[in-house]
């Protein structure tokens, strides 16, 4: 057990009400990178006390299955048109820092007002790219980390906490 229930709920509501103060005047589209963000965006738009939208986006890293290379392919884009308006990102953990940079780089070409990002998990200890986190729910250690929406090949998603899978270091 990394992360309780409790914890989890706890740290998400503090996020939900800051993201609510923050874009209070002009609340955000919440662009969720499938699949593992889900549950977190589910429990966050609760926490949100503003009209805020959400679209997806799925993409596909090449990697070695525990990181990624920076080579991305985008499987599912956008629905929504983002021109204009406020982006935040919410992911269930940054790791290397590849991904959102795609992702980020990609959105930047749609001239939204701002892309922010909110992340519940950040395993800092992995990152190749600096990326400014601007809301973080929990630093992790090097460690592979399940539930919560977060798997190990496609399974332990629906576990309600977040669970370190094997006590080793990522290499
Ligand atoms: C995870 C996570 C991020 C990405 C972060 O997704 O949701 O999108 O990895 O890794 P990076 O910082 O090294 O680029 P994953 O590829 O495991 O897919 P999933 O969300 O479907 O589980």
Same mark, same amino acid.
């Given at each position: 057990?990394?992360?309780?229930?409790?914890?989890?709920?706890? +740290?998400? /509501?503090? $996020?939900? *009400?800051? #993201?609510?103060?923050?874009?209070?005047?002009?609340?955000? %589209?919440?662009? !969720?990178?499938?699949?593992?963000?889900?549950?977190?965006?589910?429990?966050?738009?609760?926490?949100?006390?503003?009209?805020?939208?959400?679209?997806?986006?799925?993409?596909?890293?090449?990697?070695?299955?525990?990181?990624?290379?920076?080579?991305?392919?985008?499987?599912?884009?956008?629905?929504?048109?983002?021109?204009? +308006?406020? /982006?935040? $990102?919410? *992911?269930? #953990?940054?790791?290397?820092?590849?991904?959102?940079?795609? %992702?980020?780089? !990609?959105?930047?070409?749609?001239?939204?007002?701002?892309?922010?990002?909110?992340?519940?998990?950040?395993?800092?200890?992995?990152?190749?790219?600096?990326?400014?986190?601007?809301?973080?729910?929990?630093?992790?250690?090097?460690?592979?980390?399940?539930?919560?929406?977060?798997?190990?090949?496609?399974?332990?998603?629906?576990?309600?906490?977040?669970?370190?899978?094997?006590?080793?270091?990522?290499?």
């Amino acid at each position: 057990m990394l992360l309780t229930e409790d914890q989890i709920r706890r +740290r998400v /509501i503090e $996020l939900g *009400e800051r #993201i609510s103060n923050d874009y209070a005047d002009d609340p955000p %589209i919440l662009v !969720n990178v499938l699949k593992g963000g889900v549950v977190f965006l589910a429990d966050l738009i609760r926490a949100i006390s503003l009209p805020v939208e959400i679209d997806f986006m799925e993409v596909s890293s090449y990697g070695d299955g525990t990181s990624s290379t920076g080579i991305v392919r985008i499987l599912e884009d956008l629905s929504l048109n983002v021109t204009g +308006r406020h /982006i935040l $990102l919410v *992911e269930d #953990i940054v790791d290397t820092g590849h991904t959102l940079k795609y %992702i980020i780089d !990609n959105l930047e070409t749609r001239h939204p007002k701002s892309v922010k990002i909110c992340t519940l998990l950040d395993r800092r200890g992995r990152r190749e790219i600096e990326l400014a986190l601007d809301y973080v729910g929990f630093v992790v250690p090097n460690k592979f980390v399940v539930g919560y929406g977060l798997d190990l090949a496609q399974k332990y998603r629906n576990l309600p906490h977040i669970a370190v899978l094997e006590d080793e270091e990522i290499p």
